[in-house]
């Protein structure tokens, strides 16, 4: 089968100053300077804009039901409010983008829009970047349930179990009155009952520590998404989205599979309570 030759059409200046933005940005360098504003209260917000992020998938969702049984005001508002605290590398992403946009507004590449759509694309795009950081997030917590307990773990639900009863027991082991050699074959034959309070704990801190990891994710997310196209792609959609001054999607698709880890892990909540 003959292979098919390349396109042959030649970048546009748009497309052209779209990637030297993305390069510029979202490369190692870029987004290691961008990530040094996440060195403050970022580290507070994150863990709160985790546990936001439910309520901001419901609101989404919300948000065209309500149009589509006719109440378009309602629904407009609630596609407006604001769920996440903005971070500091969030305002700098919404600043670096609105500022690329006027200027190519000025040299005739992008669509006059006004200030307010610019503002709101932009966030819009902050957020669907954030919800990547968040993915990377669960695949890390994926790949470590895979390769220390040899289970799949999806969010970090799933992942506070095993390593709450992994804690537990290495405690009681070395608390073992016999000894640490004693303790290991007591407790190899019979393991150490897992409260509540040490697995709501666990879950707790590991939270924690999965909000500073998606804050940081983008240092390695940024380049990847760089590398495959993705940044550039969604730039370029959103610049024909001004153009064409159409809304942006209710819910874009990366925020559904940023929550996927979590929705998996309530569905089987839920299967084993029934089966109980």
């Given at each position: 089968?003959?292979?098919?030759?390349?396109?042959?059409?030649?970048?546009?200046?748009?497309?052209?100053?779209?990637?030297?933005?993305?390069?510029?940005?979202?490369?190692p360098?870029?987004?290691?300077?961008?990530?040094?504003?996440?060195?403050?209260?970022d580290?507070?917000?994150?863990?709160?804009?985790?546990?936001?992020?439910?309520?901001?998938?419901?609101?989404?969702?919300?948000?065209?039901?309500?149009?589509?049984?006719?109440?378009?005001?309602?629904?407009?508002?609630?596609?407006?409010?604001?769920?996440f605290?903005?971070?500091?590398?969030?305002?700098?992403?919404?600043?670096?983008?609105?500022?690329?946009?006027?200027?190519?507004?000025?040299?005739?590449?992008?669509?006059?829009a006004?200030?307010?759509?610019?503002?709101?694309a932009?966030?819009?795009?902050?957020?669907?970047?954030?919800?990547?950081?968040?993915?990377?997030?669960?695949?890390?917590?994926?790949?470590?349930g895979?390769?220390?307990?040899?289970?799949?773990?999806?969010?970090?639900?799933?992942?506070a179990?095993p390593?709450?009863?992994?804690?537990?027991?290495?405690?009681?082991?070395?608390?073992?009155?016999?000894?640490?050699?004693?303790?290991?074959?007591?407790?190899?034959?019979?393991?150490?009952?897992?409260?509540?309070?040490?697995?709501?704990l666990t879950?707790?801190?590991?939270?924690?520590?999965?909000?500073?990891?998606?804050?940081?994710?983008?240092?390695?997310?940024?380049?990847?998404?760089?590398?495959?196209?993705?940044h550039?792609?969604?730039?370029?959609?959103?610049?024909?989205?001004?153009e064409?001054?159409?809304?942006?999607?209710?819910?874009?698709?990366?925020?559904?599979?940023?929550?996927?880890?979590?929705?998996?892990?309530?569905?089987?909540?839920?299967?084993?309570?029934?089966?109980?």
């Open positions: 089968m003959a292979l098919k030759p390349a396109d042959p059409r030649p970048m546009t200046r748009r497309e052209t100053e779209v990637r030297r933005f993305v390069r510029a940005r979202y490369g360098r870029g987004t290691l300077a961008l990530h040094r504003h996440a060195l403050g209260l580290l507070l917000r994150a863990p709160v804009n985790v546990m936001l992020s439910p309520l901001f998938l419901l609101v989404r969702l919300a948000a065209p039901l309500l149009r589509r049984i006719g109440l378009r005001r309602a629904g407009d508002w609630l596609s407006r409010r604001q769920i605290l903005k971070s500091d590398v969030a305002q700098r992403i919404e600043a670096d983008l609105a500022r690329f946009i006027e200027d190519l507004a000025e040299k005739g590449l992008a669509p006059g006004a200030p307010q759509s610019v503002a709101r932009a966030s819009d795009y902050a957020e669907t970047r954030n919800a990547i950081s968040e993915i990377t997030t669960s695949v890390l917590v994926l790949a470590s895979l390769l220390l307990f040899h289970r799949a773990t999806p969010s970090v639900i799933s992942l179990g390593v709450a009863h992994l804690r537990a027991q290495v405690q009681a082991i070395e608390d073992f009155a016999l000894g640490s050699w004693a303790g290991r074959m007591w407790y190899g034959a019979f393991p150490r009952e897992l409260s509540s309070v040490d697995l709501v879950g707790a801190v590991l939270a924690m520590l999965a909000s500073v990891l998606t804050t940081f994710a983008g240092l390695v997310a940024d380049p990847v998404q760089l590398w495959t196209g993705i550039k792609r969604r730039v370029l959609r959103l610049l024909r989205r001004l064409k001054a159409e809304d942006a999607p209710g819910l874009a698709r990366e925020h559904v599979l940023a929550r996927l880890g979590d929705l998996s892990d309530a569905a089987l909540s839920l299967w084993r309570s029934f089966r109980g």
